[in-house]
């Protein structure tokens, strides 16, 4: 059973950073996308970033390019997201997803999720 948790979130000042992590189980990833969407309150879930498990090479959404890192970790079965200068703008429920597969921006065709974790940046 495939299980995906992140941790990490919490309150920052604007500015400030933090890294979110996700913890892969349940399965080998290789040839897996691994990404990270948002929701913020009242708004569609979008795309952040993501990262092929086996390859390593990156995209980023504009909104995150210059100040948000993805990363992975094979041995640690992990996958972080580390995110600078935050913004009020990046206030939002963050959820780690998987697909096998090609990269895609759209939540929909990610077949595995965790449970997200809030990062709220005050001003």
């Known amino acids: 059973q495939v299980q995906l948790v992140e941790s990490g979130g919490g309150l920052v000042q604007a500015g400030g950073s933090l890294r979110l992590s996700c913890a892969a189980s349940g399965r080998r990833f290789s040839g897996y996308y691994m990404a990270w969407f948002r929701q913020a309150p009242g708004k569609e879930r979008e795309f952040v970033a993501d990262?092929?498990?086996?390859?390593?090479?990156?995209y980023y959404a504009d909104s995150a390019k210059g100040r948000f890192t993805i990363s992975r970790d094979n041995a640690e079965n992990t996958v972080a997201l580390q995110m600078n200068s935050l913004k009020p703008e990046d206030t939002a429920v963050y959820y780690c997803?998987?697909?096998?597969?090609?990269?895609?921006?759209?939540?929909?065709?990610?077949?595995?999720w965790g449970q997200g974790t809030q990062v709220t940046v005050s001003s």
């Open positions: 997803a998987a697909r096998l597969g090609g990269r895609s921006r759209y939540d929909q065709v990610y077949e595995y």
């Open positions: 990262i092929s498990w086996s390859v390593g090479n990156t």
